[in-house]
């Protein structure tokens, strides 16, 4: 059974830093394309952040490059988010993702979802 369990949100100020974690069990890791999303109050989820099989390829939503770095660790089946500068406005739940495809990442629709970690930056 494939899960994907979240760690590392908060309530942290504007300028904070917080790292997400993501550990994935019921398949193997490190053939899948890992990412991040997000969904704010009132808002649809959005890509942050994905991650390829190797890691040798990142890719980032505009809102959050030069502060936001995806990783992960192949030993350890977890997908990291660092995320730095934080501004209210990445206030919301962070969902950890992953598909062999990145056409279903690219159009937010993996085949596999954690459950959310909540993320509240207060300015």
């Known amino acids: 059974q494939v899960q994907l369990v979240e760690f590392g949100g908060g309530l942290v100020q504007a300028g904070d830093s917080l790292r997400l974690s993501c550990v994935a069990s019921?398949?193997?890791?490190?053939?899948?394309?890992m990412a991040w999303f997000r969904q704010a109050p009132g808002k649809e989820r959005e890509f942050v952040a994905s991650?390829?099989?190797?890691?040798?390829?990142?890719h980032y939503v505009d809102s959050v490059k030069g502060r936001f770095t995806i990783s992960r660790d192949d030993a350890k089946n977890t997908v990291y988010l660092q995320m730095n500068s934080l501004k209210p406005e990445d206030t919301a739940v962070y969902y950890c993702?992953?598909?062999?495809?990145?056409?279903?990442?690219?159009?937010?629709?993996?085949?596999?979802w954690g459950q959310g970690t909540q993320v509240t930056v207060s300015s």
């Open positions: 991650i390829t099989k190797s890691g040798g390829w990142t």
């Open positions: 019921g398949f193997t890791f490190g053939n899948d394309w």
């Open positions: 993702a992953a598909d062999l495809s990145f056409d279903r990442i690219r159009r937010g629709t993996p085949d596999y």
